[in-house]
T-cell receptor, first 115, second 110 residues
């Protein structure tokens, strides 16, 4: 069964450093997403991406965050200057259509720890 | 403000003991309601999409129903492998983003 692959599975970084989280969505999917889950809290929407541009973003997704699809397979989330409160599990997801009639396929996540 | 509330927060069942999980929502025009299962350390796994009140979906021991204010996930004769966190999410009209609830942690004892 097709999977969304995320790397690394765990990243520890110092406050103020830049991090790039990587994702390989399912090959025939057109919509891509990043969500995050702070320990013990809800899964929260960050950004959606379609046709090589951001289609929607949340208030969390400020100027410190950016997304990119540098080639036909990878989808990345960059945090320019990490803060302690950025510590969370970051999930990448993809879907065939935006409505998600068949749901999104989520990756297993990258656990980001900012120290 | 669009909101999703799930109850109970945690549920322990004996194997074979059927029960229901609740998802109450407030949204400005429902585009879809989704149920996901999440195992520890993993991403959510899609279960069902429901679009309109009265709709029902079934998969093995799980059945999801939808009204205008809430959705139920019924678990019939659960097995230990059904132990997981069950997440409810809604999409509001005009957006593709999910708004998730906090989930129900289900533990099924053998």
């Amino acid at each position: 069964e097709p999977e969304v692959t995320q790397t690394p599975s765990h990243q520890v970084t110092q406050m103020g450093q830049e991090v790039i989280l990587r994702c390989v969505p399912i090959s025939n999917h057109l919509y891509f997403y990043w969500y995050r889950q702070i320990l013990g809290q809800k899964v929260e929407f960050l950004v959606s991406f379609y046709n090589n541009e951001i289609s929607e973003k949340s208030e969390i997704f400020d100027d410190q965050f950016s997304v990119e699809r540098p080639d036909g397979s990878n989808f990345t989330l960059k945090i320019r200057s990490t803060k302690l409160e950025d510590s969370a599990m970051y999930f990448c997801a993809s879907s065939e259509g935006g409505l998600g009639a068949y749901g999104y396929t989520f990756g297993s996540g990258t656990r980001l720890t900012v120290v | 403000e669009d909101q999703v509330t799930q109850s109970p927060e945690a549920l322990r069942l004996q194997e074979g003991e059927s029960s229901s999980l609740n998802c109450s929502y407030t949204v400005s025009g429902l585009r879809g309601l989704f149920w996901y299962r999440q195992d520890p350390g993993k991403g959510p796994e899609f279960l069902f999409t429901l679009y309109s009140a009265g709709e029902e979906k079934e998969k093995e021991r799980l059945k999801a129903t939808l009204t205008k204010k809430e959705s139920f996930l019924h678990i019939t004769a659960p097995k230990p492998e059904d132990s997981a966190t069950y997440l409810c999410a809604v999409q509001a009209a005009g957006t593709y983003k999910y708004i998730f609830g906090t989930g129900t942690r289900l533990k099924v004892l053998a």
